[in-house]
């Protein structure tokens, strides 16, 4: 089993980015077999400038038979801008779904808070065993509810996307992502590999996912302006939504 150190960067975030990512990291080590998922040596730790203020991204990755990756990143702008970005890639050889969750946090307050169990198949439906667990979560039971991005297609009927308004919604939207976890995880290491014909279908939908996913402007302009926009194209299709080799 892979040992999990606390990265230091997570101690100066948003108190919900740094209970979010424990308890993800908790949920991953309780549940899954997880090995290392080496990244280039230079993308592990990055520093840049945005409008005059130092930004941090720390990369931690992962891999278990089921996941070919798991992406944790964690960035700092200042003390402006805290984000949490997680995205959870199945090997294509599983029918899983792909789990991802982001915060955004700004001067203290969180603007933007998603977590989502995107199904890789054409129809956009998750299979039974997920819907039947997380039916009953309460996702609608947020004040301020955001809009899905018009490139959001990929999104399942569970997409949980607000802006907490309260501490008893932020502890509420912590709960329910470490159920997307666990009930994913406990899933995931219960299935079993598909047919090659089957493999395939989910490569085909999770490069769709990838695309639409790499269509985030917001997500872009931040890299562009810090780094450059090659650097920017390179780390948006290398690190954040990269397509299986």
Known sequence: MLEISQPSLREQQHHLIRELADRMEAVWHRYLDLEPYHLPADLGYVEG??????????NRCYQTPQFRKIHLELAKVGPLLDILHCVMFPRPNYALPMFGTDIVAGKGKVSAAIADLSPL???RILSESYRTQLQNLPIDQFSCPREIPDWGDI???????????????ESRFLDIVESYMEIHCKLAVASVPVSAAEEEKVLAAQMYYCTQQQQNDKTRRILEKAFGQD??????TEVLFDFPK
Request: charged letters at 30%; a negative charge.
């Open 49 to 58: 400038r945005l409008e005059g203020e130092k930004l941090i991204i720390e």
């Open 121 to 123: 198949n054409p129809s």
């Open 155 to 169: 999104f399942s009927e569970f997409c949980l996307f607000v802006r907490p308004d309260s501490i008893e919604e």
């Open 231 to 236: 650097w920017a194209e390179h780390y948006m």
